[in-house]
């Protein structure tokens, strides 16, 4: 079964940045869409980017311009780069592939003010 194991996240003040990576591993013998959801306390689970294998993407009005999702196919990786973070961007991050049906564990992204 292919896993999706997530890094990053943390505490960062207004303003700052930080790096969400996604890494699939296990039995992958190719890797289509990605995308990166959060959820935030009383909130439904939202898509905030996707990308598909040819680089396409696609961003919430709300991160426009100011996030950005990558991928390494060579490393089957997948990473949001999040910069000018809000107090509303706090929320727990999860990557997702709908290929296999499966999610990373999920982590906490908390932007101070």
């Known amino acids: 079964q292919v896993e999706l194991v997530q890094s990053g996240g943390g505490l960062v003040q207004a303003g700052g940045s930080l790096r969400l990576s996604c890494a699939a591993s296990g039995s992958i013998f190719s890797i289509n869409a990605m995308g990166w959801y959060r959820q935030a306390p009383g909130k439904q689970r939202e898509l905030v980017a996707a990308i598909t294998s040819g680089g396409s993407t696609n961003y919430a009005d709300s991160v426009k311009g100011r996030f950005t999702i990558s991928r390494d196919n060579a490393k089957n990786t997948v990473y949001l780069q999040m910069n000018s973070l809000k107090p509303e961007d706090t929320a727990v991050y999860y990557c997702?592939?709908?290929?296999?049906?499966?999610w990373g564990q999920g982590t906490q992204v908390t932007v101070s003010s």
């Open positions: 997702h592939a709908p290929q296999y049906v499966i």
